[in-house]
Structures are given as structure tokens and as C-alpha cells.
């Protein structure tokens, strides 16, 4: 995120639906046809970084904002919030291991094995620590039926580290494109579904770019739902992606917002092009891209985490998937 956005405890289910906003995702709302939640299930999110680890096996933080010289995978065991109305309210980390160095791409497709993926690729200045909160919080608020896993890169986790971030995230892409190519190429039926946050989205779109050239229709036919969050994306950059993307560009939904502050932001930096998340939907869909115009949802300062904080727009990354299946 390009701002600092406190992450709200108690969401308010607003009474209005997306119609007029979201087009035709405000009708899709039926749950994930499983009757046993991923985590809920086995507390456990699988983690891909080039991050360096603290220690081995990691102490808390777990992870730094260092490059890794090679991906890293690792399992965060996850402990539930206790139910007590005086106890944790929130999903914690009560340890990271697994860690493999060596051959973490392997490692990471053998643990989705047999199972649908949510992989979640965060944003600008994100810790370790608040990417695997957001990871969680979404897996959680769609009740995602498969493994939930984590690609984090190196982020400052700095206000002003918003170059620094972008170049560490397209440092990122071949390891990212390393990973879902293992998991690809792994014989387990599963869908990888990618959601990506802000400057995460650059990171994706540039990757599967990549996958589709080396890997071909075979990988990316593996590859499910794409849900790209307020894509902090020059508008122009956006297209030419899409269309080196072909007709693989129809399982992207972007959500986006016009009163995104954040994005707002990132334009003035970039010279005062419009990025993807806040363009109008009408010049999104032209592209050939899904939309969710999350504009009348931005009640907030920032706008910029609106698939995480409301709940109505969360709904969008579940009916993707779903039509993904």
C-alpha cells in the first residue's frame, strides 16, 4: 500500500449491493462449494519469498526486508483466534519451518499437492508480517476450500522506499515465475489462483508475461482466477501486458476505484499517468479485462484496500474464483 491503512477489526456488511458498480460480479455471491475451509482445516500458510529469513529455522520477524540470493519456502504455522471474548482475535503465527533453500519451488508444489491454490502477491511497503496478515484475512473472508499460500518479496516496509520496493519487486518476477511453473508443471489437478495487491499486480502481470512465453498455453491453462487489487500500473504498460497476454488476459477481474488517494499518489510520481486501479471502467473493459468498480465503496481516507476492509468487494475475489474452477 502507498500509505499506511490501519487494518479494520469489525467490517460493517453495508445494506446497498454493487449493482451499477461491479457489473456483473454483484449477482455471483454463492459460496466456495466446500464444507471444510482451508485453514480451518490445516492452520498452515505456505510461503515463497526472496526474502532472507531471520535465522534457521526463522525467528519472529521471520523474514527481512534482504534479498535472498535464491527462493525460499517455508510453512507459518498458523494458531486460530481463541473464540474468547477476552482472548486473540486474530490468526497469529506461532512458528515458520519447512525452510528449504535448495529446491523451494518443488517444495512449495509438493504442499499444494492435490489441492486448488490461493496465492496472494502483496503490495508496497509490506513486512513479512502484515503480508502474511492480509493473506490470512482474505483466505479467511472468502473461506478459501484449498492451500492458501504467500509469494513475498523484499519490501522496505518504508514510506519512502516506494522506488526501492518497485525495483525489489521486479527483481522478484523470476523466481515468482520459477514458482508457478513447479507448480504448473506439478500433476495434481489443482487451479493456482492469484490475488495481487498494488505494486504486487505489476509484479504479476510482468510474470505471467514471462510464463506464457516460456512455459506455453499448457502452464497457463493451470492458472485459474487472476484478481489484480488496485493495480498500481502505468494505464499504458497495463494494455501492452494484456496484450501479450492473448486471450489468457479473460481471467483477470481488476478492482478498482477512482477515489483511490493512493494510486492518486503513485500518478503524480510517475508524471501524472493514470495507473490501471483508478482508471474509469469503461477504458478497463475495453481491454478486455473483468471489472469491479469499487468506487461507491471507498467511504474511507485512502481507499486502497477495499477487497481486504469491505466485505461486499471481497465477495468479487470469491465469484472469480469460482468461475475459474
Not at 113 to 133: C, I, K, N, W
Not at 150 to 173: G, N
Not at 248 to 273: C, E, H, Q, W
Request: aromatic share 6%; glycine share 8%.
Amino acid at each position: 500500500m502507498l500509505l499506511s491503512i490501519s487494518r479494520l477489526a469489525v467490517v460493517c456488511l453495508t445494506a446497498i449491493t454493487l449493482s451499477g458498480c461491479i457489473g456483473d460480479d454483484n449477482a455471483l455471491m454463492s459460496p466456495l462449494s466446500s464444507p471444510l475451509p482451508g485453514l480451518e482445516k490445516d492452520p498452515k500458510l505456505l510461503v515463497a519469498t526472496t526474502r532472507l529469513p531471520v535465522g534457521d529455522p526463522p525467528k519472529k520477524p521471520w523474514f527481512s526486508s534482504e534479498r535472498s540470493p535464491d527462493l525460499v519456502y517455508a510453512e507459518a504455522r498458523l494458531t486460530p483466534p481463541s473464540g474468547s471474548l477476552i482472548g486473540r482475535s486474530e490468526w497469529t503465527i506461532s512458528k515458520v519451518d519447512s525452510l528449504n533453500r535448495n529446491n523451494a519451488a518443488q517444495a512449495f508444489a509438493q504442499a499444494a499437492f492435490g489441492r486448488d491454490l490461493l496465492l496472494y502477491v502483496h503490495g508496497y511497503r509490506e513486512s513479512f508480517e502484515t503480508a502474511a496478515a492480509s493473506t490470512i484475512d482474505l483466505s479467511e473472508g472468502i473461506k478459501f476450500p484449498g492451500a492458501t499460500g504467500l509469494f513475498t518479496w523484499p519490501s522496505a516496509a518504508s514510506t519512502l522506499s516506494y522506488v526501492a520496493d518497485r525495483e525489489a519487486a521486479m527483481w522478484s518476477r523470476d523466481a515468482l515465475e520459477d514458482l508457478l511453473t513447479a507448480i504448473a508443471r506439478t500433476p495434481s489437478g489443482g487451479r493456482i489462483h492469484i490475488v495481487a495487491h498494488s505494486m504486487g499486480t505489476l509484479l504479476t502481470l510482468e510474470t505471467l508475461r514471462m510464463l506464457r512465453a516460456s512455459a506455453g498455453e499448457s502452464a497457463m491453462e493451470r492458472i485459474g482466477a487472476v484478481v489484480l487489487a488496485a493495480p498500481d500500473i502505468d494505464i499504458d504498460l497495463f494494455a501492452r501486458g494484456l496484450e501479450r497476454l492473448g486471450p489468457d488476459a479473460k481471467k483477470i477481474t481488476v478492482i478498482s476505484s477512482t477515489n483511490d488517494r493512493a494510486l492518486a499518489m503513485s500518478s503524480r510520481l510517475a508524471g501524472g499517468i493514470i495507473r490501471a486501479g483508478a482508471a474509469d471502467r469503461e477504458r478497463l473493459e475495453a481491454l478486455g479485462v473483468r471489472v469491479a468498480d469499487a468506487s461507491e465503496f471507498g467511504g474511507g481516507i485512502i481507499n486502497h484496500d477495499l477487497f481486504l476492509s469491505n466485505r461486499e468487494v471481497q465477495q468479487v475475489v470469491k465469484r472469480s474464483i469460482e468461475r475459474e474452477k
